[in-house]
């Protein structure tokens, strides 16, 4: 059976935005967090961009200046 996801039901806005730089917080967060994994930790951006070649954007969710969210992102072509 699967873990469930632990959902915290808020009405306060979540901001969202594409960092230009990841910083210590991003791997504090991934740290903190059960269902992260080392992949998720900003070191794997500057692997995935020197030996692929492909371009690594994260997206981060905050709410009140707290993250509660996180998403790496690769951009690469393909056929």
């Known amino acids: 059976?699967?873990?469930?996801?632990?959902?915290e039901a808020s009405l306060e806005?979540?901001?969202v935005r594409l960092l230009p730089d990841v910083?210590?917080?991003?791997?504090?967060?991934?740290?903190?967090?059960?269902?992260?994994?080392?992949y998720h930790q900003a070191k794997w951006k500057t692997v995935i961009e020197k030996s692929f070649?492909?371009?690594?954007?994260?997206?981060l969710a905050t709410r009140r200046?707290?993250?509660?969210?996180?998403?790496?992102?690769?951009?690469m072509r393909s056929l």
């Open 23 to 38: 910083t210590g917080a991003w791997d504090e967060y991934v740290l903190s967090h059960p269902q992260a994994s080392n």
């Open 53 to 59: 070649g492909h371009k690594a954007r994260y997206l």
């Open 65 to 75: 200046e707290r993250i509660v969210g996180i998403l790496p992102l690769v951009v």
């Open 13 to 15: 806005p979540v901001e």
């Open 1 to 7: 059976m699967r873990d469930a996801l632990r959902v």
